[in-house]
């Protein structure tokens, strides 16, 4: 189902697919994007302060009229607002450009070092007071999470990181899986050049689907979560006709098989912005 669930290591609940609106514009896109998603089931959007189209996110959730509490909003403390006070801060431009007064999920954009052992402890405050029911990070390797986890009191829920065919960190999984990590898939469809894939187009034609599904399939059945980003209706509907099939495990061990651990992004271990 659409909006079926896996359950983080603090008993809240998050939908398996969400819609990703990086570089959705502010305005009429994002607001469509995220109605159109609403409306057909979607029940999880991704968004960051640094995509700058928290407002639209907001906009949109209200006319959707969706209820607040069935939906499941993740944003994002960007780099120059990390540390303590300016995360609290940061924090409360969210909530208002968002137009909400809580958020699901709230992540550590990228990894800075002891900065950001500093803005874990503004997360961990704004949890413990209620106003985030899970609080996580993203871009952050084995060493990173370590890292943190040596001063953390508590545990991040969420580490979401850039995962696809070509980027399948197997040993990352294995350590987050270990941890009661949930991992969450970034650019999951690498911005939609999975459907030159052969392999992919092979699986595509065996299970009648596309490759862009055969390979949001593949992340559910990884544990992965994920939240394919699209601003247009017939891609947002298709990407979530995800739940009617299953692949085989020699299948997915054939899409595992394409790793190449080649990064579209930023490597976490070098971000100088
Ligand atoms: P995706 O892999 O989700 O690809 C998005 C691109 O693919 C868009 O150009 C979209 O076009 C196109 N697309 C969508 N569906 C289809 C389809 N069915 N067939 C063909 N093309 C398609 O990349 P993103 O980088 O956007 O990643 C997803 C989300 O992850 C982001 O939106 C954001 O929320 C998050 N993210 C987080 C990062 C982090 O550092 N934590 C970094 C990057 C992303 P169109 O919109 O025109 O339909």
Redesign the pocket.
């Known amino acids: 189902m659409i909006d079926s669930k896996v359950t983080l290591n603090n008993g809240t609940k998050m939908p398996w697919l ?7 514009r502010e305005g009429d896109e994002v607001v469509n ?1 995220v109605k159109y998603a609403l409306n057909i089931g979607y029940r999880s959007i ?3 302060a640094i ?1 700058q189209n928290e407002r639209g996110v907001g906009k949109g959730i209200k006319e959707s009229g969706i209820p607040r509490e069935d939906i499941f909003l ?1 944003s ?1 403390v960007w780099n120059s607002d990390q540390g303590y006070q300016t995360t609290l801060e940061a924090f409360e431009k969210s909530l208002e450009k968002l137009q909400t007064d809580y958020l699901d999920l709230y ?1 550590i ?2 990894p800075k070092g002891e900065k950001s052992i500093e803005t874990w402890q503004a997360l961990e405050e704004l949890y413990l007071k209620g106003k985030i029911k899970a609080i996580g990070v ?2 952050f390797l084995i060493h990173q999470l370590t890292d943190l986890q040596k001063q953390a009191s508590i545990k991040p829920m969420v580490n ?3 995962f ?1 065919p070509e980027l399948v960190q197997p040993e990352l999984l294995e350590f987050c899986k270990k941890e009661q990590i949930q991992v ?12 030159d894939i052969p392999v992919l187009k092979a699986l595509a034609a065996k299970y009648q689907k ?4 055969i390979v949001l399939r593949w992340d559910i059945q990884k544990g992965v979560v994920t ?6 209706p ?3 509907k ?2 979530a006709e995800i739940f009617d099939f299953e692949l085989s495990e020699d299948d997915i061990a054939k899409i595992d098989n394409l790793d190449k651990f080649k990064r ?3 490597d976490p271990d070098n971000v100088d912005f």
Do not use: C
């Open positions: 969400g819609l990703g609106v990086f570089r959705s994007a991704d968004t960051a995509y993740t994002k992540l954009h990228w993203s871009n979401q990181v850039e696809h969450e898939a970034w650019s999951p469809i690498m911005k939609g050049k999975v459907n596309s490759p862009v599904q939240i394919p980003k699209s601003v247009t017939e891609r947002i298709s990407n579209i992004g930023p």
